[in-house]
């Protein structure tokens, strides 16, 4: 052991009998005061699962976990926040209703006369703390009015004032935009210089290779690598990773598309399949107007807070636009309309036109939601939007069900058992579920060309799903579907729209051809409000 | 699920066996008592007619209950749905004695009546979420409270029967009321009829289209109108419901009693949901929990006539079966909970 060795583990498993998955086989790890590491690894591979013990959140089945050198009780919260243990879970646990500073000392709330709840005191506190680290949040503002990074800062700010030596972040930006995790990780940076240690877990290698200093790679629950970051290149590491998929080549081919996209000849009469007409998307925010033709991918970036969930709500026809209307195949969606359209009903209302549109895929960022409903199977889950495909025999015995929700399932590659509840799938499954549904992989009936609105499609997913994704939705917009990519993610975008839009303050900042890098670099700019420098 | 249906046995069961520790210490004569409660329902052909007569107004609440949770919204006016079932039976039926008519289509006349006066009252509250936001489960109370309230006030005053000394209506002629099947006791064609209609709410909730777009929707609003499934179906669903409490109703009318009197619906509405709340909202599962209720009820009765058990004791029964099912399927909650979260990790 060496003396600035902070926290360790050795033989740590875990195994989960309702899933049948080893998720930890005797995992070993070791971290030093001031080392920034990174767990890597794909969905499943136990990353998260670990994160939960060194927490004390699970109890590992074997195993020891030790803080500078002593034993602490494993499957305790308390006892690995006295040892100076701190988790950032994925999903926020932040009561939004309660100040900044009253989330900061939940549990613990300073006294005044030994009695009573002494607010004063508990702003005091979270403001040093929060001037401490360099954060600019107000102690006093309801954690539901922060942005995701600020509720981020929080969650860390309050991990630190329980004493955490060890802080361990569970995938932190999976909610965040690309300039919040670079706030993220300037903190972060600034932690360690004071002595702390970061655990980050993590699937996005480009992350590692900006923060960790060392690594430790997961797959199907065990460490296959533990060295230093710069030893591998981001591709080896992807290897490592992958189960089966040999990742390099299809991410190879998904960091191509710019390049094939720009040239790619485009038919100028097809009508716009997608049409937003003068919506509004924040209060007193120029009315825009977006278009996505028929064979086109649009990307639209922007950062938390810009208006991008609003453009989600009115192109995904859930909510109706104040002023303005969302057109698809040239008339209004109306709610009838999108019911028919989202079922895939043969539709009368369509224009002769856009007769072969008969598909409205959404995909939403809120995917637990809005996306699935985790209570009901697997199947009814998969065959929500084919609901009609199926006479009252199906429905009584359920055989041609399974059948058509197993067939389509292996269109992902999704394993599980069609009858068990979506609760119990793991989340990069559920998310494969919501891909696969909606962007109907399987070439059923009803497939072809259709209108796709995409939000966050590739959160949560890890290397090689994110290629295959990022593949599908070129090649069904190669096949005539018109698609609107909504994401924060400017990398995502560029590695796949034909068109790419950046939104700042509910307005459109830049418009322009996807030509690559330097697309990359004004979108950038402009969701940051900083368009004039590539003006 | 099996887990958590071992979880209800298990409950049923230990609920009637602190119905038996009650029994014994609450009678002067233990032995008459637990016999009283657990075989004479049973073995006297007459008490046991009468449970499952009893069971079958209880089971159309229990069905109307469920189907509106399966939709997503608690129904919690199926007493007063039930109540209007009553009024509405007892109109019809006096209204077709009056011209003469009797005979099945005039029963079918009374029942269909006692089904859409129940389904309206629902309508109010699935109409009243549509139109302005406002929770169900609330107005379907207030509307289900002031239903009874204006029923009892029209049978104890202007529908009176002024002959009888009695705070109803006339007494419905023999030949409009439900056919006995096994006379003297007060068995009628309502439990067969009862059993069709668990039959054809199994159909729908497993075996349609209907029905899965009815779990979907129950499950995730959100989910369910992101995936275009219609809204309706939980409005529907609710009609659906009022209009299986009020024919619940018109048993009790066209059956047992004979005739529409005060506060005649005695909780069948509310013992109805927590029948609908131990079935897990299942049709297949309402059929043995609203007999296991009637049980309670009948054994209860039984043991206070026979044994000087006191009446109010099935209450107490129904309240500890009730708590342990709650305790029960929370606890299972709880276990796929945890299922969930580890799904997550």
Same mark, same amino acid.
């Given at each position: 052991?060496? !003396?600035? #060795?902070?926290?360790?583990?050795?033989?740590?498993?875990?195994?989960?009998?309702?899933?049948?998955?080893?998720?930890?086989?005797?995992?070993?790890?070791?971290?030093?005061?001031?080392?920034?590491?990174?767990?890597?690894?794909?969905?499943?591979?136990?990353?998260?699962?670990?994160?939960?013990?060194?927490?004390?959140?699970?109890?590992?089945?074997?195993?020891?976990?030790?803080?500078?050198?002593?034993?602490?009780?494993?499957?305790?919260?308390?006892?690995?926040?006295?040892?100076?243990?701190?988790?950032?879970?994925?999903?926020?646990?932040?009561?939004?209703?309660?100040?900044?500073?009253?989330?900061?000392?939940?549990?613990?709330?300073?006294?005044?006369?030994?009695?009573?709840?002494?607010?004063?005191?508990?702003?005091?506190?979270?403001?040093?703390?929060?001037?401490?680290?360099?954060?600019?949040?107000?102690? #006093?503002?309801?954690?539901?009015?922060?942005?995701?990074?600020?509720?981020?800062?929080?969650?860390?700010?309050?991990?630190?004032?329980?004493?955490?030596?060890?802080?361990?972040?569970?995938?932190?930006?999976?909610?965040?935009?690309?300039?919040?995790?670079?706030?993220?990780?300037?903190?972060?940076?600034?932690?360690?210089?004071?002595?702390?240690?970061?655990?980050?877990?993590?699937?996005?290698?480009?992350?590692?290779?900006?923060?960790?200093?060392?690594?430790?790679?997961?797959?199907?629950?065990?460490?296959?690598?533990?060295?230093?970051?710069?030893?591998?290149?981001?591709?080896?590491?992807?290897?490592?990773?992958?189960?089966?998929?040999?990742?390099?080549?299809?991410?190879?081919?998904?960091?191509?598309?710019?390049?094939?996209?720009?040239?790619?000849?485009?038919?100028?009469?097809?009508?716009?399949?997608?049409?937003?007409?003068?919506?509004?998307?924040?209060?007193?925010?120029?009315?825009?107007?977006?278009?996505?033709?028929?064979?086109?991918?649009?990307?639209?970036?922007?950062?938390?807070?810009?208006?991008?969930?609003?453009?989600?709500?009115?192109?995904?026809?859930?909510?109706?636009?104040?002023?303005?209307?969302?057109?698809?195949?040239?008339?209004?969606?109306?709610?009838?309309?999108?019911?028919?359209?989202?079922?895939?009903?043969?539709?009368?209302?369509?224009?002769?036109?856009?007769?072969?549109?008969?598909?409205?895929?959404?995909?939403?960022?809120?995917?637990?939601?809005?996306?699935?409903?985790?209570?009901?199977?697997?199947?009814?889950?998969?065959?929500?939007?084919?609901?009609?495909?199926?006479?009252?025999?199906?429905?009584?015995?359920?055989?041609?069900?399974?059948?058509?929700?197993?067939?389509?399932?292996?269109?992902?590659?999704?394993?599980?058992?069609?009858?068990?509840?979506?609760?119990?799938?793991?989340?990069?499954?559920?998310?494969?579920?919501?891909?696969?549904?909606?962007?109907?992989?399987?070439?059923?009936?009803?497939?072809?060309?259709?209108?796709?609105?995409?939000?966050?499609?590739?959160?949560?997913?890890?290397?090689?799903?994110?290629?295959?994704?990022?593949?599908?939705?070129?090649?069904?917009?190669?096949?005539?579907?018109?698609?609107?990519?909504?994401?924060?993610?400017?990398?995502?975008?560029?590695?796949?729209?034909?068109?790419?839009?950046? !939104?700042?303050?509910?307005?459109?900042?830049?418009?322009?051809?996807?030509?690559?890098?330097?697309?990359?670099?004004?979108?950038?700019?402009a969701m940051t409000g900083a368009a004039g420098a590539f003006a | 699920m099996k887990g958590r249906t071992r979880a209800r046995i298990v409950a049923l069961a230990s609920s009637l066996a602190f119905a038996a520790i009650y029994a014994l210490v609450a009678s002067s004569d233990p032995m008459g008592a637990l016999y009283a409660f657990f075989v004479n329902p049973f073995v006297n052909s007459y008490a046991f007619y009468s449970l499952l007569e009893s069971s079958a107004s209880l089971l159309c609440c229990a069905l109307g209950a469920g189907l509106a949770f399966r939709a997503g919204a608690f129904n919690l006016g199926g007493e007063g749905q039930a109540a209007v079932g009553t009024l509405a039976a007892a109109l019809v039926a006096l209204g077709c004695a009056d011209r003469g008519l009797s005979g099945a289509p005039a029963i079918c006349a009374a029942i269909v009546a006692a089904a859409l006066a129940g389904g309206a009252l629902a309508l109010l509250s699935a109409v009243a979420e549509e139109k302005t936001g406002a929770q169900v489960m609330l107005t379907s109370f207030l509307f289900g409270q002031a239903a009874i309230i204006g029923v009892n006030w029209a049978v104890g005053g202007p529908l009176k029967d002024p002959s009888a000394n009695l705070l109803g209506m006339a007494a419905i002629p023999e030949g409009l009321r439900l056919p006995l099947l096994a006379p003297p006791s007060p068995l009628s064609l309502a439990f067969p009829i009862s059993l069709v209609l668990a039959a054809a709410v199994i159909f729908f909730t497993r075996g349609t289209r209907a029905g899965?777009?009815?779990?979907? /929707?129950?499950?995730?609003?959100?989910?369910?109108?992101?995936?275009?499934?219609?809204?309706?179906?939980?409005?529907?669903?609710?009609?659906?419901?009022?209009?299986?409490?009020?024919? $619940?109703?018109?048993?009790?009318?066209?059956?047992?009693?004979?005739?529409?009197?005060?506060?005649?619906?005695? $909780?069948?509405?509310?013992?109805? /949901?927590?029948?609908?709340?131990?079935?897990?909202?299942?049709? /297949? $599962?309402?059929?043995?929990?609203?007999?296991?209720?009637?049980?309670?009820?009948?054994?209860?009765?039984?043991?206070?006539?026979?044994?000087?058990?006191?009446?109010?004791?099935?209450?107490?029964?129904?309240?500890?079966?009730?708590?342990?099912?709650?305790?029960?399927?929370? $606890?299972?909650?709880?276990?796929?909970?945890?299922?969930?979260?580890?799904?997550?990790?």
């Amino acid at each position: 052991m060496s !003396l600035v #060795e902070l926290l360790s583990c050795e033989g740590i498993s875990k195994y989960f009998r309702d899933t049948a998955t080893l998720a930890n086989d005797s995992i070993r790890l070791q971290i030093a005061a001031g080392e920034r590491r990174a767990i890597v690894g794909e969905n499943g591979a136990g990353k998260s699962t670990l994160g939960r013990i060194l927490a004390g959140l699970a109890m590992p089945d074997s195993g020891e976990i030790r803080v500078r050198g002593a034993p602490i009780e494993s499957g305790s919260v308390r006892a690995a926040e006295a040892a100076g243990i701190g988790f950032v879970p994925q999903m926020s646990l932040l009561a939004g209703e309660l100040t900044a500073a009253e989330n900061i000392v939940l549990g613990r709330e300073p006294r005044a006369m030994g009695i009573f709840v002494s607010r004063r005191k508990a702003y005091v506190e979270a403001a040093l703390l929060f001037q401490r680290f360099g954060l600019s949040i107000d102690p #006093e503002a309801p954690v539901s009015s922060l942005s995701a990074a600020e509720r981020r800062g929080v969650e860390i700010a309050r991990a630190l004032a329980r004493g955490g030596e060890v802080l361990i972040l569970d995938e932190p930006t999976s909610i965040l935009s690309e300039s919040e995790s670079e706030r993220l990780f300037g903190l972060l940076g600034r932690l360690t210089e004071d002595g702390k240690a970061i655990l980050l877990i993590t699937h996005r290698l480009a992350e590692v290779k900006r923060f960790a200093d060392k690594l430790t790679v997961l797959r199907q629950g065990r460490v296959v690598a533990d060295e230093r970051v710069e030893q591998r290149s981001e591709e080896e590491l992807s290897r490592l990773m992958a189960r089966d998929v040999p990742p390099r080549e299809a991410v190879g081919k998904a960091r191509r598309f710019p390049t094939e996209n720009a040239s790619r000849p485009r038919d100028p009469r097809l009508e716009p399949m997608l049409e937003l007409r003068d919506v509004v998307l924040a209060p007193g925010a120029k009315p825009l107007r977006l278009s996505v033709r028929r064979g086109e991918v649009l990307g639209v970036a922007a950062l938390a807070g810009n208006g991008l969930g609003r453009l989600e709500d009115y192109a995904s026809g859930l909510v109706k636009p104040r002023s303005g209307e969302l057109l698809i195949g040239g008339s209004p969606l109306g709610e009838a309309r999108r019911r028919q359209l989202r079922q895939g009903l043969p539709g009368q209302s369509l224009p002769k036109s856009t007769s072969a549109c008969v598909r409205f895929g959404y995909v939403p960022s809120d995917r637990e939601a809005r996306g699935l409903c985790l209570p009901a199977s697997v199947r009814d889950n998969i065959l929500a939007l084919r609901l009609h495909e199926f006479r009252g025999r199906d429905y009584l015995g359920g055989k041609l069900r399974d059948k058509a929700a197993l067939e389509a399932a292996s269109g992902l590659g999704l394993v599980a058992e069609m009858r068990s509840s979506v609760a119990s799938l793991s989340g990069g499954t559920r998310q494969r579920l919501v891909l696969g549904r909606e962007l109907r992989a399987e070439g059923g009936p009803g497939s072809g060309a259709s209108v796709l609105v995409l939000a966050e499609p590739l959160q949560g997913l890890d290397l090689a799903a994110q290629a295959l994704v990022l593949e599908l939705i070129r090649g069904l917009a190669d096949e005539g579907s018109a698609i609107l990519l909504l994401d924060s993610n400017v990398e995502e975008i560029v590695a796949v729209a034909d068109r790419a839009v950046a !939104l700042y303050r509910g307005e459109i900042a830049y418009e322009g051809p996807n030509e690559g890098e330097s697309t990359a670099k004004r979108l950038m700019a402009a969701m940051t409000g900083a368009a004039g420098a590539f003006a | 699920m099996k887990g958590r249906t071992r979880a209800r046995i298990v409950a049923l069961a230990s609920s009637l066996a602190f119905a038996a520790i009650y029994a014994l210490v609450a009678s002067s004569d233990p032995m008459g008592a637990l016999y009283a409660f657990f075989v004479n329902p049973f073995v006297n052909s007459y008490a046991f007619y009468s449970l499952l007569e009893s069971s079958a107004s209880l089971l159309c609440c229990a069905l109307g209950a469920g189907l509106a949770f399966r939709a997503g919204a608690f129904n919690l006016g199926g007493e007063g749905q039930a109540a209007v079932g009553t009024l509405a039976a007892a109109l019809v039926a006096l209204g077709c004695a009056d011209r003469g008519l009797s005979g099945a289509p005039a029963i079918c006349a009374a029942i269909v009546a006692a089904a859409l006066a129940g389904g309206a009252l629902a309508l109010l509250s699935a109409v009243a979420e549509e139109k302005t936001g406002a929770q169900v489960m609330l107005t379907s109370f207030l509307f289900g409270q002031a239903a009874i309230i204006g029923v009892n006030w029209a049978v104890g005053g202007p529908l009176k029967d002024p002959s009888a000394n009695l705070l109803g209506m006339a007494a419905i002629p023999e030949g409009l009321r439900l056919p006995l099947l096994a006379p003297p006791s007060p068995l009628s064609l309502a439990f067969p009829i009862s059993l069709v209609l668990a039959a054809a709410v199994i159909f729908f909730t497993r075996g349609t289209r209907a029905g899965v777009e009815q779990r979907l /929707l129950g499950k995730n609003r959100l989910f369910a109108r992101a995936a275009g499934i219609s809204p309706q179906i939980g409005a529907w669903s609710m009609v659906a419901s009022g209009a299986l409490a009020g024919i $619940g109703g018109s048993f009790l009318v066209l059956g047992q009693t004979g005739r529409a009197v005060k506060d005649m619906t005695g $909780g069948i509405g509310w013992n109805g /949901l927590a029948v609908a709340l131990i079935a897990g909202s299942d049709g /297949l $599962g309402a059929l043995p929990a609203a007999l296991f209720f009637a049980w309670l009820d009948s054994g209860a009765r039984q043991a206070s006539i026979l044994a000087d058990l006191s009446p109010d004791a099935s209450a107490v029964m129904k309240g500890i079966a009730l708590l342990l099912i709650t305790a029960a399927s929370l $606890g299972s909650r709880s276990r796929a909970k945890a299922l969930h979260a580890k799904g997550k990790a």
